[in-house]
T-cell receptor, first 113, second 116 residues
């Protein structure tokens, strides 16, 4: 089955700097890769996603890149702000509709003012 | 759009009692709902997948007789923790997915269960 690893587990950056979180997956058949942001005690919120037929996707300060050959995808946050502080989870999903997400262990991002 | 609600947001119960948690998709029909459990500072652990009108599929190691799931309609799924014990205390989160045209899951706000 699918296995998703995520690094780093914790990340501290200065406000205004960039943050990069990387995930690797094991199943080459996975074709959908969402990123969720979870603030303490709250629900995970989808912030960006990418499909395997695309190499990069960007939404304002957030971007995701996918390297299918190496089986890894990364979240890039530019011009970080204190409100970006949260736990970020990546996930991978296979191409069949019935397949479920496999989540990474999460990265705790702290943006220092 | 794509709002998922969950009720209650928190519950405290005595050991041995049963607790029901509801998950509703408010503005879309959820053909599939998922139930996750999340321990402090840990990732989301999938417990089971429920499709409307059929029996839930439980992940390995999850006791189906202890965690009863019912998905009676396209907008409602319930998780009942039966004979709860302190080790069942956790944050339970549901998510919902629409039709076959989408892979996206939308999460509910979660229910914090504390068993005394």
């Amino acid at each position: 089955g699918e296995n998703v690893e995520q690094h780093p587990s914790t990340l501290s950056v200065q406000e205004g700097d960039s943050a990069v979180i990387k995930c690797t997956y094991s199943d080459s058949a996975s074709n959908y890769f969402p990123w969720y942001k979870q603030e303490l005690g709250k629900r995970p919120q989808l912030i960006i996603d990418i499909r395997s037929n695309v190499g990069e996707k960007k939404d304002q300060r957030i971007a995701v890149t996918l390297n299918k050959t190496a089986k890894h995808f990364s979240l890039h946050i530019t011009e970080t702000q204190p409100e970006d502080s949260a736990v970020y989870f990546c996930a991978a999903k296979g191409y069949n509709y019935g397949q479920n997400f496999v989540f990474g262990p999460g990265t705790r991002l702290s943006v220092l003012p | 759009g794509a709002v998922v609600s969950q009720h209650p947001s928190w519950v405290i119960c005595k050991s041995g009692t049963s607790v029901k948690i509801e998950c509703r998709s408010l503005d879309f029909q959820a053909t599939t709902m998922f139930w996750y459990r999340q321990f402090p500072k840990q990732s989301l652990m999938l417990m089971a997948t429920s499709n409307e009108g059929s029996k839930a599929t439980y992940e390995q190691g999850v006791e189906k007789d202890k965690f009863l799931i019912n998905h009676a309609s396209l907008t409602l799924s319930t998780l009942t923790v039966t004979s709860a014990h302190p080790e069942d205390s956790s944050f339970y989160i549901c998510s919902a997915r629409g039709d076959r045209s989408t892979d996206t899951q939308y999460f509910g706000p979660g229910t914090r269960l504390t068993v005394l």
